[in-house]
């Protein structure tokens, strides 16, 4: 059996169709989604997918949001809030749409988003593959966020600022730590979504005051 492809200690026990050649079992989960932009056929893909995704929401935060002192939360920055709205826009248009739409797909959604962000290097691809999003509304959001700029009441010469890699996944990752507090553990249900289009249907003359009411 041959070595491992990626650290060339560990014996390649499972064939990457991506990278075409062998790795052992601690590399293909590190590497998994993370480098290499897995195909749908792989079957280590399908069968560790319903662990990652247990893994994702059932980590715990540090922080609550309710708890956090008001200089620490990154919402109390109308500028930021405008970014958190462009990141949760797309959850109101499917959660509005479709009935069967949970806290959990929503939360999944928000994580892939925020590793689109933080990830530097290109994902290696399978040859010949068509690239489609792994994450339909995640891709949303990231392309939601990616055109988001933001614009003072009075605009002057430079005014209209951009945002950062770093500030969009903060962004994300408050707007995640709010989903999961409001979730409650039942993340098949619509608890966060429900709050979400409370919240939305709240929100005036957007496009001029941009008062957006943010999670709590």
Sequence with gaps: MSKCAKCKQRKGKRHCPALGDDLCSLCCG??????????????FLVKHRPYQEKRILEKKETVEP???AAEEDILKDERM??????????LKVYGEKIESFTDKEAILALEYAKEKFEKAEKLIHLP???????????????????????????????????????????????????????????????NYLHELLVRFDKIKDLSLKKKVITPP
């Design 66 to 68: 309710r708890n956090r």
């Design 128 to 190: 010949g593959e068509e690239i489609k999003p792994k994450n339909e509304i995640g891709e949303a959001i990231h392309q939601s966020m990616e055109k988001c700029r933001y614009e003072k009441d009075i605009i002057l010469p430079g005014e209209i600022q951009s945002y950062t890699k770093e500030e969009k996944v903060k962004c994300l990752e408050r707007i995640i730590l709010s989903a999961k507090h409001f979730a409650q553990g039942n993340f098949e249900g619509r």
């Design 30 to 43: 590190m590497l998994r989604e993370k480098e290499i932009h897995c195909p749908s056929t792989c079957t």
């Design 81 to 90: 809030v405008w970014l958190a709205f462009h990141a949760e826009a797309p």
